[in-house]
């Protein structure tokens, strides 16, 4: 049986994190608000109207094309895509053609534990988003259907790869990474449930060895990552069953379900719409002035393959820490925020309170890092009062929970609370005198050679100090105690 | 004083209100008196709302008695052409599709007569989306030339010049995107500028053929038409196409008294075979005129005027079979009901909103633009549009100013050509050039025919180069003056 290799392009749309749309002055805040509340007569296309584009989106767009290493045409062409349908108002989208703005991209990819790979990105292009079509209201199916305007008009960036991915999981990697650097820049929320990131894939096989592409088809509807895995591994499965049949793959666009986790049919090639694509005569050309390029270039910030091995080279964290640490951009920003007010050395304490403690308080509570209840300062104190010996581990968990609840300063809490590790001598003597006498057998196992009886000794001690004891220091004075 | 001023010029009457001799009240007033007395008729509005005018002036006049300094068109009458947005007027571009469609801002040409205490006083009749030459392609009524009730009045903008030309208002707004505003002003016998592409802003014109579209004015006097260019002309950050560098536009100036130095080109390609011998001998009398003056004149050449009509009849298609999409039903204007499901609800509704030269072009133009035939058509089209921009750099290296007729025919009748769309296409064929290469040029009366019909002169200048354009025809129009319809 011929074995069958997947050929796999990723087409992205992304929103870019403007504050208002890219041809008028409407918010983009419309998400779940009121229909029709984000608009105005350009995003309706009253007649007379004309586009104006906005300056922060190319800003954005340049950055992330930067970011992806893609290079940027001196001269672009906003051109028009003319297709009907009620969610669009112009009876035009906005888009880039034959000249986008940007070009030959790179973006690096990691499967588990296998080499890295780099994939080529096509182009990137800047285009408007449509309305969207409401077919139902109140929970009620309407006999018509309603439009929504608010989307109509925001900025987004088609990112195109090369068909380099082969396969599903590669899919699912690069979409992780893409996302990874257009958050880091800055340039999109990547909201998915939002619409703020959006995925069609275009999907082939071949036998094994082969340099020729198979017939590929287009799936769209995919709204996660998991999804386009999903899909994915579902065409597969589907073309090369065809194939394997005698039949042949046909060029068409296919839609996902993920109900029944199959793609179906939804229009053929040469059903394809002709969008008689021309130059837009209400816009100019776009001219990527090389100073303000060059601006944009020099205010990128760290991206996340950078950021990873500064972490592990400079900070000593594992590669598995600096990965967690570097997978939202929130988080890494807190992490090292944190882990500058924490004393010299004390990174890994970080990462570690981080790993243990905040993430499992941010998930349970679905909260992002920028939302945490107390600033970042706050955990590179705490780490502080762990590496310095004042907490112990079991210390620092519990103020960390104080911290959470209360917001406060972990050294206000300290005192407050009393919850200062002991290490005095003399306090803690008499911690061990009293554990000795409740625990006899265990005193005398210890005595009679058995090391491992000093940890009930230790928990006993602890018990009665409330936690406060330093274990190493009654670890060394228990031994004491007992060979006298 | 008792003057009658549906016969002053703009420039006098808002001088008038500022001074007090009267109000803009009493101007509007007159203008609408006479605008009613003569519409049975004339026909050139589509709406003139007469309350609304007489507010508009009231308001005018309350800032002045307020002690507010009134603005360069204080209290003046304005005729807006019904392709420009007038906020809270219907906005119909003479098509059934648009029929009751209020307009919800004020275009920025608009809010800048507004700005200069200018009137807007109705909307105008032109050919449906301005496509045609004689205004006959109106959904809703014909307009009749002032001059001979038999005759159109040119088009696009036919209603606008009439208007001026019927003295029912001392200026009017006109668009210009193959020779709307020049040809309709050669056929009524009054100035049409069609300034520099980019000088006046396009935000609240409802677009035709976008790159080649422009807003300008008609008057009966070339000052006039400085002053309104004065108004309405200048940057506008919401039209992308509008040009950053240009300066305020010129201020009215006196007509200089001599042309001495200046260099004005005849394009042989103009002076052809088929052209009307009496409208060739009114442009050659035009130009002795301007010889007379001190003028140089020396024959040039523009040798790709010959593609200029064949490649307009690409370009503007194209882009109008884009611009007009928008018109579906879905979010405003005509929308026929019994459509059933959303491929008839485009259908049914284009299907009888639009009028037949409308879908002529908007099928052209789907045509040029379609896969395959992209590079044959429209790409060609736009190629020979560069070359025609080429031909009149390398003319305006040589003179100054180029003078040819404004149209190849005089006045013609009703239905003349209504039914052969090539030949009313080449009632434009002397003015399309200005547009594809986005120049400036300007329509002055300069006799009249046989038949007692207005006939023009066409002066074309250099991109930006309107205060020699203008300042040329106020030193013509002084030493030609043209009569004022009588009556």
């Given at each position: 049986m011929t074995r069958y290799e997947l050929v796999i392009g990723l087409e992205v749309h992304a929103q870019l994190a403007?504050?208002?749309?890219l041809f008028c002055?409407?918010?983009?805040?419309?998400?779940?608000?009121?229909?029709?509340?984000?608009?105005?007569p350009v995003c309706t296309a009253q007649p007379g109207t004309l586009p104006v584009l906005n300056e922060q989106a190319v800003a954005l767009a340049y950055q992330a094309a930067l970011a992806l290493e893609c290079r940027l045409n001196p001269v672009s062409i906003f051109a028009r895509k003319n297709y009907f349908y009620p969610d669009l108002p112009k009876a035009y989208q906005i888009s880039q053609y034959?000249?986008?703005?940007?070009e030959h991209g790179r973006l690096e990819i990691r499967v588990k534990d296998l080499p890295a790979r780099s994939i080529g990105l096509t182009r990137i292009h800047l285009e408007e988003d449509a309305g969207k079509l409401l077919h139902e209201a109140a929970g009620l199916t309407l006999d018509g259907s309603l439009v929504d305007f608010?989307?109509?008009?925001i900025p987004l960036i088609e990112i195109v790869s090369e068909p380099e991915l082969r396969s599903a999981d590669e899919a699912y990697a690069y979409l992780t990474a893409l996302k990874e650097v257009i958050q880091f820049v800055g340039a999109?929320?990547?909201d998915m449930e939002k619409g703020e990131m959006r995925c069609d894939a275009n999907v082939s096989v071949r036998p094994e060895g082969s340099d020729k592409f198979g017939t590929r088809a287009e799936i769209k509807n995919l709204n996660s990552f998991k999804n386009v895995k999903d899909a994915i591994e579902h065409e597969f499965r589907r073309q090369t069953e065809l194939l394997e049949a005698g039949g042949r793959v046909i060029q068409e666009t296919r839609l996902w379900n993920a109900e029944t986790q199959a793609t179906v049919a939804m229009r053929s090639k040469e059903d394809a719409?002709?969008?008689?694509?021309?130059?837009?005569?209400d816009l100019v050309p776009l001219t990527a002035a090389p100073e303000r390029v060059a601006a944009l270039k020099s205010a990128l910030p760290e991206l996340p393959a950078a950021k990873r091995a500064r972490f592990v080279a400079?900070?000593?964290?594992?590669a598995y820490d600096a990965e967690v640490l570097t997978g939202d951009k929130a988080l890494s920003e807190f992490f090292e925020t944190a882990a500058t007010a924490?004393?010299?050395?004390?990174a890994k304490t970080v990462a570690n309170l981080i790993a243990t403690e905040f993430l499992g308080k941010l998930n349970a509570e679905g909260?992002?890092?920028?939302?945490?209840?107390?600033?970042?300062a706050h955990l590179g104190r705490l780490a502080g009062l762990v590496a310095g010996g004042t907490l112990s581990s079991k210390g620092a968990k519990d103020l960390f929970s104080r911290m959470w609840e209360t917001g406060k300063d972990p050294r206000a809490l300290v005192s407050e609370l009393g919850l200062a590790q002991v290490s005095d001598d003399a306090q803690v003597r008499e911690w061990v005198r009293q554990a000795l006498a409740a625990n006899p057998k265990a005193a005398a196992d210890l005595k009679g050679g058995?090391?491992?009886?000093i940890g009930a000794l230790v928990g006993a001690v602890m018990k009665l100090s409330q936690g406060k004891a330093n274990p190493a220091v009654a670890n060394k004075l228990i031994k004491e105690a007992v060979q006298a | 004083m008792s003057a009658d001023w549906t016969s002053l010029s703009a420039a006098r009457l808002a001088d008038a209100v500022r001074k007090g001799e009267t109000t803009a009240e009493e101007v509007v007033r007159a203008h609408l008196d006479r605008a009613q007395a003569l519409e049975p008729s004339?026909?050139?509005?589509?709406?003139?709302p007469r309350e609304r005018a007489l507010e508009r002036a009231r308001a005018v006049d309350a800032r002045r008695r307020a002690g507010a300094p009134l603005g360069a068109l204080a209290g003046v009458p304005v005729a807006v052409k019904d392709n420009i947005m007038v906020r809270g007027e219907e906005t119909t571009c003479a098509s059934r599709i648009l029929k009751g469609h209020v307009a919800a801002y004020d275009a920025t040409v608009v809010e800048r007569l507004n700005a200069a205490d200018?009137?807007?006083?109705g909307k105008t009749n032109l050919d449906?989306?301005?496509?045609?030459?004689?205004?006959?392609?109106?959904?809703?009524q014909k307009t009749t030339?002032?001059?001979?009730?038999?005759?159109v009045p040119g088009g696009s903008s036919g209603g606008s010049a009439a208007a001026v030309a019927a003295r029912m208002a001392p200026l009017a707004l006109g668009s210009d995107t193959g020779g709307s505003i020049r040809q309709p002003a050669a056929f009524c016998g009054v100035v049409g500028l069609k300034p520099?592409?980019?000088?006046?802003?396009?935000?609240g014109l409802v677009a035709f053929a976008s790159s080649l579209d422009q807003i300008g004015p008609f008057a009966r006097t070339v000052g006039d038409a400085a002053l309104a260019l004065s108004v309405i002309g200048g940057h506008d950050p919401?039209?992308?196409?509008?040009?950053?560098?240009?300066?305020p536009a010129p201020a009215p100036a006196p007509a200089p008294k001599d042309l001495k130095g200046l260099r004005v080109g005849l394009p042989r390609?103009?002076?052809?075979?088929?052209?009307d011998p009496e409208v060739e001998k009114a442009a050659r009398g035009a130009v002795e005129v301007l010889k007379g003056l001190g003028a140089e004149v020396r024959e040039i050449s523009l040798p790709h005027t010959k593609y200029a009509v064949s490649a307009y009849y690409i370009v503007a298609p194209s882009e109008a079979s884009s611009n007009l999409?928008?018109?579906?039903?879905?979010?405003?204007g005509f929308v026929d009901?019994?459509?059933?499901t959303l491929e008839e609800v485009y259908e049914f509704t284009r299907g009888a909103g639009f009028g037949p030269e409308v879908k002529r072009r908007v099928m052209l133009g789907t045509y040029a633009l379609s896969s395959g035939y992209y590079d044959a058509y429209y790409a060609k089209a736009q190629r020979v549009r560069t070359l025609m921009a080429r031909d009149f750099k390398e003319a305006f290296a040589g003179v100054d100013l180029i003078a040819c007729p404004?149209?190849?025919?005089p006045p013609f009748r009703f239905g003349e050509k209504t039914d052969d769309p090539i030949a009313m296409y080449l009632s434009d064929v002397f003015t399309i050039p200005s547009n594809m290469a986005g120049n400036a040029s300007v329509s002055l009366p300069c006799g009249l025919s046989s038949k007692g019909l207005p006939l023009g002169v066409q002066l074309i200048a250099d991109a930006f180069q309107e205060p020699r354009l203008l300042a040329a025809a106020a030193a013509f129009e002084a030493a030609r003056p043209f009569p004022v319809l009588k009556g």
């Open positions: 403007t504050r208002t749309k002055g409407c918010a983009t805040d419309g998400f779940g608000e009121t229909p029709n509340s984000r608009i105005c034959d000249k986008p703005f940007s608010n989307r109509a008009g999109s929320r990547c719409h002709d969008y008689r694509y021309f130059p837009d005569p400079a900070l000593g964290l594992s924490a004393p010299a050395g004390a909260r992002g890092a920028g939302a945490a209840p107390f600033p970042a058995k090391q491992a009886a | 004339v026909k050139a509005f589509l709406s003139l200018a009137v807007p006083l449906e989306f301005a496509m045609g030459s004689s205004t006959e392609n109106s959904a809703f030339n002032p001059w001979d009730p038999a005759c520099t592409y980019g000088l006046v802003s396009r935000y919401r039209d992308s196409t509008s040009a950053r560098a240009a300066a390609e103009y002076f052809i075979a088929g052209l999409a928008r018109f579906d039903g879905i979010r405003y009901r019994s459509a059933k404004t149209t190849p025919t």
